[in-house]
């Protein structure tokens, strides 16, 4: 069993900044990309952030400059840092991993989703 734990969530106003950790476990062998999404009432889930395990990153245009993605030294965390928040990024934020665990194959895994509020 696999599991990714989001935390660091919360209530901010526009111009401050909040970090998003998360944590996969289990039986894990190995883990590739590993990212965030995010989703607004009445609209679609979208990429915030990728990164490979080659360390590679990729943004969404409305968060370049200010979001920043990476991995921790246990290779198992993904953190997003968000500076200089605006309203239109509240959202609940999903992480998200393609993860290779043990006995079985290559699985895309997400997280329970933290709720992140900008206020204006």
């Known amino acids: 069993q696999v599991q990714l734990v989001e935390s660091g969530g919360g209530l901010v106003q526009a111009g401050g900044s909040l970090r998003l950790s998360c944590v996969a476990s289990?039986?894990?062998?190995?883990?590739?990309?590993m990212g965030w999404y995010r989703q607004a009432p009445g609209k679609q889930r979208e990429l915030v952030a990728v990164i490979t395990g080659g360390g590679s990153t990729n943004y969404a245009d409305s968060v370049k400059g200010r979001f920043t993605i990476s991995r921790g030294n246990a290779e198992n965390t993904v953190y997003l840092q968000m500076n200089s928040l605006k309203p239109e990024d509240t959202a609940v934020y999903y992480c998200?991993?393609?993860?290779?665990?043990?006995?079985?194959?290559?699985?895309?895994?997400w997280g329970q989703g933290t709720q992140v509020t900008v206020s204006s």
């Open positions: 289990g039986r894990i062998f190995s883990i590739n990309n």
């Open positions: 998200n991993a393609r993860i290779s665990a043990y006995g079985l194959g290559e699985y895309t895994y």
